[in-house]
């Protein structure tokens, strides 16, 4: 049986702060109560594009809970708490798992670079400390500077609760060799928006994304149609999105997606440093395509 678990369209929330920089957790519920109203079957809170190397693990665990609160049953909650440091993963992920939360986003390490061997028993050793939450492996080696690969993802898809991959590498070919050696039950995600389509075509059960802030529901019109085999309508939406796409990777995520919103009236502060306000002259090409998609 195939694993939708998680849903479809699952939006990687931008973290929302106040003009003074502190996280704003009363616009986290309004965004996320948003997003859910507006075709995200479920969120991730603190991952990348919600700025989680800047917070603080007192600030996310707070930030689980008040979206939690807010998304009150009608959508899934995947809590961010992965780390380089396999005990500090284990510690945040205790947490997520007491509060009752849908699934763990466990990012493969990051800069230490471990060795196969190493992420293998790095995702066992977090898998085994919390037997109660489901987790969802996070492969971006473009941030990682580590690729998790396909060999290694079937050896974990051997451990009960670890049943998902965020697959952001870039490449179809890894996912396509994932799927192939894994059954149903073990769930794929395209971590790019842009490659959706190209990774359901292979096998992949939706989509953790940074565009669904703004058109979750055509994500999830796009997906739904390519289930129901109107490929033609499926392509269409996925051509008519693209501009949007590539312009949220016009420079480092979150600034472009950020920028969208607060752009839309969302008051969601500025970034936490090192991240810095979008440069003027892809803020203006960002305009563009919002009002060439009637999104302004």
């Not at 060799?177 to 059954?183: F, K, L, N």
Request: glycine share 8%.
């Amino acid at each position: 049986m195939t694993n939708t678990r998680f849903g479809r369209v699952i939006t990687a929330m931008v973290t929302p702060f106040t003009e003074e920089g502190q996280v704003n957790y009363a616009m986290a519920e309004k965004l996320a109560a948003h997003l859910i109203d507006h075709g995200s079957d479920g969120l991730v809170v603190c991952g990348t594009t919600g700025e989680s190397p800047t917070l603080t693990w007192e600030e996310e665990h707070d930030l689980f809970r008040a979206v939690q609160s807010a998304a009150a049953g009608r959508a899934v909650v995947i809590a961010g708490t992965g780390s380089n440091s396999t005990s500090e993963a284990i510690a945040a992920t205790k947490k997520a798992e007491a509060l009752g939360l849908d699934g763990s986003l466990q990012v493969v390490p990051y800069y230490n670079k471990p060795p196969q061997e190493g992420l293998y028993h790095h995702y066992r050793a977090i898998a085994e400390a919390c037997p109660d939450i489901p987790l969802m492996l996070y492969n971006v080696p473009g941030r990682t500077s580590c690729n998790l690969i396909p060999e290694t993802v079937v050896r974990l898809a051997e451990i009960d609760n670890i049943i998902a991959i965020k697959e952001a590498s870039g490449n179809v070919d890894q996912a396509a060799q994932i799927r192939c050696a894994v059954g149903d039950d073990f769930a794929i995600y395209s971590g790019d928006d842009s490659l959706t389509m190209p990774l359901m075509s292979v096998g992949a059960q939706g989509v953790v994304s940074v565009a669904s802030h703004l058109v979750g529901e055509p994500m999830q019109q796009m997906i739904q149609a390519f289930l129901a085999g109107n490929n033609q309508e499926a392509i269409d939406l996925h051509l008519k999105l693209f501009p949007l796409f590539k312009v949220l990777f016009c420079d480092t995520n979150p600034l472009p997606v950020k920028t969208a919103l607060i752009l839309q009236g969302w008051s969601l502060g500025s970034f936490r440093p090192p991240l810095y306000p979008l440069d003027p002259n892809r803020t203006k090409q960002l305009t563009q395509v919002l009002k060439d998609l009637t999104l302004l």
